[in-house]
């Protein structure tokens, strides 16, 4: 893989321990882990990846499939394709909080939330390439609910947390 990248950085999906591995045997090369909604956080993904913001890097998605457009990188433990981004937009510092939150609710009802997204770091986040949040809510106590959603959001810039989040509907 460090021969296709070089010295940009790569992304990990879903893998606490490809940035590790890679990070151990290439010393000077920057990588992080970024998860989805499904995956556990860790180190590799709690630290300030804004270091990244604004710059070219290499997100690598765990495959078996291959893409001709892209680079197929064959390693026994987790092959993966090698996804280019030309600016890279720092996440780890948003936070997604649900408001109004029902205190009752039937069984299989639907209720809209109206969730804030707020930039809990000490720097504004610019989003330079359109950024999509897929979230997920359980809430067990006083009420079970499950919410998920897709949302979409283009060029604007979030920012410090001085003020109140950035509400979306």
């Not at 021969?3 to 290439?26: C, H, M, Q, R």
């Not at 064959?74 to 090698?82: E, F, R, V």
């Not at 996804?83 to 299989?108: G, W």
């Amino acid at each position: 893989m460090h021969k296709a990248v070089g010295d940009t950085p790569v992304i990990f999906e879903n893998s606490y321990v490809l940035p590790s591995l890679y990070t151990y045997y290439f010393p000077d090369a920057k990588a992080l882990d970024y998860n989805t909604k499904s995956y556990r956080k860790t180190n590799y993904n709690l630290e300030n990846d804004c270091r990244l913001s604004g710059q070219k890097v290499w997100h690598y998605q765990i495959t078996g499939e291959h893409d001709s457009a892209l680079t197929y990188i064959d390693t026994k433990y987790n092959p993966g394709l090698l996804h280019p981004i030309e600016k890279f937009t720092c996440v780890n510092a948003l936070k997604i909080i649900p408001q109004h939150l029902p205190e009752k609710l039937k069984t299989s009802a639907s209720f809209p939330i109206q969730v804030e997204l707020q930039n809990k770091s000490d720097q504004t986040i610019t989003l330079y390439n359109e950024l999509e949040i897929n979230y997920a809510f359980l809430l067990l106590s006083p009420i079970s609910l499950m919410q998920t959603a897709v949302i979409k959001l283009k060029a604007i810039l979030l920012l410090p947390d001085k003020r109140p989040g950035f509400p979306l509907i």
